[in-house]
C-alpha cells in the first residue's frame, strides 16, 4: 500500500487489519484440525500463499518483486525511525500478551492447551476462543511484516514466505516458556544470541542447527524458561486450571 503512495502509517495499520482479518478466516478453516493435520494445513497454505504472491504480478509483482519508495532522510534519521516503530510494536505486542492472558479469553486458551476435549466439556466453546487468540497473534506481525517492507524498499514472494520466518517465532516460544507472558520476551532475547552465533559458525548448516536447535528444546526444555522455573519445589500441587474451575462450579 505504501508503494501505491498511502502514507506508512496507515499503511502499518491497514496491514495489521488485513493479516487479522485473514488469520480469522484462515483459522476458521483449519484450527479444527489437530496436531500434525494443523502443521500440515499450515504448511500447505503458506506454499499457496507463496504461489499465489508469484504469480499475481499486478499486486505483488511476482517474481520481480516490489519496490517501495525510499524516505527523501538521513540514514540515521531512517534507523532511528524504523528502530521506534518495531519497538513501539513490540510493546504493544507485549501489553496485548497480558491483557489477553489475564481476561476470559486467556483462562480459555490456557484450558485449551492443557485439555481441549476437557475444556468442551465444562463449556469453552474451543473452536472460538481459538480462532480469537489466532486473529489476535496475527494483528501485530502484519504490521512487523509492513514496516520491515518499508525499512528495506523491497520484498519479493520467496524472502516473504521463507519457511523460517515459520519457525523462528515457534522456537521461540519454546525456549522463553510457550502460553507465558514473558516467555516469548526472554526466548526472543536468548535467541538472537544463539541465531547470530550459529550464523557466524555454521554459514552453510544453520538451518540444520535450527533444528537441531527444535528437537532438544522439545526433550529437554518442553515447558521453557519459564516453565523451568515454575517447576521447582513447592510450586506442585496447586492443581490445573480445568480442576479449579470444575471445583469452583461444584461449589456453586
Given amino acids: 500500500m505504501q508503494g501505491s503512495g498511502v502514507p506508512m502509517p496507515l499503511a502499518w495499520s491497514a496491514a495489521c ?93 490456557k484450558c485449551i492447551r492443557q485439555n481441549e476435549d476437557a475444556s468442551a466439556m465444562v463449556g469453552v466453546n474451543t473452536t472460538f476462543y481459538k480462532v480469537v487468540g489466532f486473529t489476535l497473534s496475527a494483528l501485530f506481525v502484519g504490521g512487523a511484516g509492513a514496516i520491515y517492507a518499508s525499512w528495506v524498499f523491497y520484498i519479493e514472494p520467496p524472502d516473504v514466505f521463507d519457511i523460517l520466518h515459520s519457525v523462528k517465532p515457534v522456537v521461540i516460544a519454546l525456549l522463553g516458556g510457550a502460553g507465558t507472558v514473558v516467555g516469548p520476551v526472554i526466548g526472543a532475547g536468548i535467541f538472537l544470541v544463539m541465531e547470530e552465533l550459529v550464523w557466524r559458525n555454521f554459514l552453510s548448516f544453520h538451518s540444520g542447527v535450527l533444528g537441531i536447535l527444535i528437537v532438544a528444546l522439545i526433550f529437554f526444555l518442553p515447558n521453557g524458561l519459564v516453565g523451568l522455573v515454575r517447576s521447582r519445589p513447592g510450586r506442585a500441587g496447586k492443581g490445573t486450571l480445568l480442576s479449579r474451575k470444575k471445583a469452583g462450579e461444584h461449589k456453586k
Avoid at 499457496?48 to 499475481?56: F, K, N, P
Fill in 17 to 109: 487489519l488485513a493479516a487479522a482479518l485473514f488469520a480469522a478466516a484462515l483459522g476458521a478453516a483449519i484450527l479444527h484440525l489437530k496436531g500434525h493435520y494443523f502443521a500440515i494445513a499450515s504448511l500447505v497454505v503458506g506454499e499457496v500463499l507463496l504461489e499465489v504472491a508469484t504469480s499475481w504480478t499486478s499486486l505483488t509483482g511476482g517474481g520481480m518483486g516490489l519496490n517501495l519508495p525510499v524516505l527523501q532522510i538521513s540514514v540515521d534519521a531512517q534507523a532511528r525511525l524504523f528502530f521506534w516503530a518495531m519497538l513501539s510494536l513490540a510493546v504493544l505486542a507485549f501489553v496485548m500478551n497480558w491483557l489477553v492472558a489475564s481476561s476470559k479469553i486467556g483462562f480459555a486458551l
